[in-house]
Structure formats: C-alpha cells, structure tokens
C-alpha cells in the first residue's frame, strides 16, 4: 500500500503528519515535532474577547487581547516544540511547549495605535492511545493533554496559572488505497481562572473534523477538510464578554517525506465567525530518533 500521511490532532484541528502505519511513535522512540503557525486575526468589534487559537501540532493557546478598540488586525506568530515517546505500540506520551510573538494594530475614530506582546504561552502534557488497529474496520484512537502551565491576562496583568484546561480527543481512520478518510472530535474543557479580584473563564469547546487525505505518490500526500466547532459562553471577571455559537473552518495541507526520519508539513485553514476572521498558516517539521 503506499504511503500515506495523515494529521492526528490530539485536541482540535491541526497535528503533524505521519505514515498511516506510524501514528503513533515507535516503542522506545522519541520524535520531536517543531512547528512555525503564523495567523491573521481581524476584529471589528471592541473588548477584550479571550481568543483560543489551536497549533499545528494541537495545542491550545490563549492569543493575547487588549481592551477598547473598535477594530484591530493582529499577525500572530505561535512557535511550538513536541516531545513524544512511544512507551508501547499502543500508546504514546508526550509534551509541548509554546511561545508566540504577536503585533496588533488598533484603529478607533481616526485613531490608530500599535501593541507588541512576546513570550511564553503554555507547557502541557499528554496521552494517546490506540483501542483498535486498522483492519476491516475502522481503527479508532483515544488521548488528553492537560495544560500544565498557562499564560494568562488579567485585566493587564500577566500570570502562570496551572492545570485549568484539560482536552479529549477522539481520532479514526480508514484507507481505501490510496485516501484515507479521517475524522477528529475533540471537547475542550477550561476551569475559571483567578488572580486577586480579577477572573477569566475561556469558553468551552467541542468540534468534529472530518478530513479525506490523497496520496500523490510514495513520499507526498494532499489534504483537505472542514472543522465544526461549537464553542460556549466566555467570561472575563465574572461578565460575559462573547456568547455561545458555532463557526465552520476550511482546510487544506500537503505532506512530503524528506527521509525515514524526517518529514515536512504545511497547513491552511480559513474561518470567519462572530465579528473574527481568521486566516492561518502553519508549518512543521517531524523528526524522530
């Protein structure tokens, strides 16, 4: 059969790119995922609106906003490292690390202005697990991650708070040589956090993506999909700054295996939902020893 390269996504929309036969990582082998995700962020609504935006490799962070502008456009660069471990053949650990800059440009009333934010943004830490192999049905995948460290804005203030979101994912796949057919489902479960008399309580979130990867040939693939995601209320010191709603995200990637160790993805998607519109482009690297 060839080879066909397919995104895991342990909680949300986009992961890396593997070998159908390698989902996972090998037992007793590291592999470490970098990625590079760049998006465009416009608003033409004011507040300060919590955004979470989900990594090419899966994870999810928290995209700095700031309070009293009618209309912004932010550029957002998210910088991510994974750590994976295969412990069996059936299951994998894992760990990331992320950092981001972001330039946000503001204009209110013939008014424009610029803000500059850099630095760390999450460390979290998870699992997957494969129920079921591929054979004449479907295969079918378990995992969570758990965010171990957080960075969060209260009300201008900038603090680490720990284990307030946790993720679960579903992932399943089916080759008809040579497509394969995939489908993710994730729900995304975030705590109050609280820091003095200030709060913020990201939104809940629950989405379904199914995907259909097509295999160019041995070494490259080509992808294409869309996300439904269904995301609840949010709450910034105890008022709801954005309701509960849903948005449809269009995506498209290629995959291309530089050797048997290493292998290179690039992905786009588009969404527009709730006074936000969103373009983002990720790539990354996979490199496993």
């Known amino acids: ?42 608003r033409t609504d004011g507040g300060a609106v919590p955004l979470q935006y989900q990594t090419q490799n899966g994870d999810f962070v928290t995209i700095p906003t700031f309070v ?22 059936d299951i994998e650990i894992f760990s990331s690390l992320n950092m ?28 997957t697990y494969q129920i079921k192999h591929e054979n004449d049905t479907p295969s079918l995948l378990i995992g969570t991650n758990i965010d171990v460290i957080d960075r969060t804005n209260f009300s201008g203030t900038d603090k680490n708070v720990n284990f307030k979101g946790y993720t679960f994912f579903v992932t399943s796949y089916y080759t008809v040589d040579p497509i394969v057919f995939l489908v993710n489902s994730s729900y995304r479960y975030n705590l109050e956090k609280k820091y003095n008399n200030h709060s913020v309580e990201n939104a809940k979130q629950f989405s379904l993506s199914p995907q259909i990867f097509f295999a160019v040939n041995p070494y490259t693939s080509l992808s294409t999909g869309v996300k439904y995601n269904y995301r609840g209320s949010t709450r910034v010191d105890n008022t709801e700054v954005s309701s509960s709603g849903s948005s449809m995200t269009y995506l498209l990637g290629t995959s291309y295996e530089i050797n048997a160790k290493s292998t ?26």
Do not use: C
């Not at 009293?68 to 069996?88: A, E, M």
């Not at 209110?108 to 850099?118: I, M, V």
């Open 1 to 42: 059969m060839k080879k066909i390269f397919i995104v895991i996504i342990p909680i949300l929309v986009l992961s890396k790119p593997v070998k159908i036969d390698e989902i996972l990582t090998e037992k007793n082998t590291f592999r470490i995922d970098t990625s590079l995700s760049y998006s465009n962020i416009q």
């Open 68 to 89: 009293g502008d009618s209309k912004s456009n932010q550029d957002y660069i998210n910088y991510g490292f994974t750590l994976r471990y295969g412990v069996t053949k």
């Open 100 to 127: 981001h800059t972001s330039d946000t440009h503001f204009s209110n009333s013939g008014q424009f202005d610029t803000q500059h934010e850099k630095g760390f943004n999450s460390l979290l830490l998870g699992a």
């Open 264 to 289: 290179l993805n690039i992905d786009a998607d588009y969404s527009n939902s709730m006074g936000i519109s969103q373009n983002s482009l990720s790539m990354g690297l996979s490199y496993k020893f």
